[in-house]
């Protein structure tokens, strides 16, 4: 096994074994009565429910889009709404990004499929590249 793997086992032994109760039974009936009842400590139970709570917030994935412009917001309207014209299905967002604005359009789930849009949008958008985003949920594609 791995060193990860003992030092996790370790840890789990550490936490839960001084809660257990070990008993020797006198007869299978005591022993068919008995449950055990795991108690978990305080900590880590908030710890676990905030990282519940911090992920149910947004609903988005690490995924890819292209930048197409950074600078001003009269710029930056002008460039989503020439995009939007030539591409009305593909999402297109601008951010602020103090103090310059983004536009930045696609949700791709991988590197590859993010190329792929931007090598169509390079003769129009000379200037745009791929970047690391939060995208919303894409549908799976049929092609493959």
Partial sequence: MHKSTYFFLV????VF???ANFAQFET???QKLTTIKWEVSNPVAL????????NSKDSRIQGFRVQ??????????KVRTAFLKK?????????????NFRVRVGGFRTHLEAYRFHQRLVSE???SYIVQDKIRVPPLSSKY
């Fill in 11 to 14: 840890i789990l032994g550490i």
């Fill in 17 to 19: 074994l001084p809660k």
């Fill in 28 to 30: 299978l009936e005591e």
């Fill in 47 to 54: 710890l676990s429910q905030k990282y519940i709570n911090e």
């Fill in 68 to 77: 197409l412009f950074f600078g001003n917001r009269d710029e930056a309207q």
């Fill in 87 to 99: 591409h009305p299905n593909i999402e297109a967002e601008i951010d602020y990004l103090a103090p």
């Fill in 125 to 127: 958008f000379s200037g």
